[in-house]
């Protein structure tokens, strides 16, 4: 559902309706057991080893799961063992500002440092890793999100990282990565209020898709 217009009311009746479907997304996502979440995710990373987009990628920037997200570790194996590049996020806390920084191994993971949000990523005072838009660019961004829609709008967590660093690849000589969004089934919904200047995501994958 796309929300138009510029006046306040408008923008709180569109805040209220994210918030609400926050809330029932989340209310959702705790009914899930943890062997339906792995299961999915198993399915999911099939799908993605095999989807063309994938395959043709050489720079891919991916999320490190919360409890809540489908899990990634099988696709980040995978992006090592196929000799493509990894670039994970570092999520500046009280902003709306991310990094994608490079990891350098699978293994890599096991040096990161957890946040308050019970995140892994990259600590601050770690300078050396190379991000992603400093060099090359992206080819492929895997989305997180609490929900989505099939026309591809985007219900994220609130804090607006993903939306912001889109932004900057934009900007980037190599342009707007393709993007994909991992979903558990029980994240597709109806409809995501979105404002006219949401940017979608180019493709959702799930189970039934």
């Known amino acids: 559902m796309e929300w138009a217009g510029d006046g306040s009311a408008m923008a709180a009746a569109l805040r209220a ?22 299961r999915q995710s198993r399915l999911l990373g099939r799908k993605v080893i095999d989807h063309p987009k994938y395959q043709e990628s ?23 063992k196929q000799g493509k590049e990894c670039f994970i996020p570092r999520y500046k806390p009280q902003s709306n500002h991310m990094d994608m920084l490079k990891l350098s191994s ?8 957890l946040t308050s949000w019970n995140i892994l990523q990259p600590s601050d005072d770690d300078t050396a890793r190379e ?37 900057r690849c934009m900007k980037h000589p190599r342009g707007k990565p ?10 597709i919904c109806e409809s995501v209020p979105v404002t006219e200047n949401d940017v979608p995501i180019d493709e959702i994958l799930y189970e039934d898709c």
């Open 17 to 38: 309706a994210k918030q609400q479907l926050r809330a029932e997304l989340r209310q959702r996502l705790r009914a899930l057991g943890a062997a339906e979440k792995q």
């Open 58 to 80: 050489k720079r891919i920037a991916i999320f490190l799961s919360m409890p809540d997200e489908v899990q990634t570790e099988d696709i980040i194996k995978d992006i090592f």
């Open 106 to 113: 699978a293994e890599d993971m096991s040096s990161l440092a």
């Open 131 to 167: 991000e992603a838009l400093a060099g090359g660019g992206l080819d492929l961004i895997f989305m997180p999100g609490l929900g989505f829609d099939k026309k591809g709008n985007r219900l994220g967590r609130g804090k607006g990282y993903y939306d912001t660093y889109l932004e």
């Open 178 to 187: 393709y993007t994909i969004a991992l979903a558990f089934r029980e994240q």
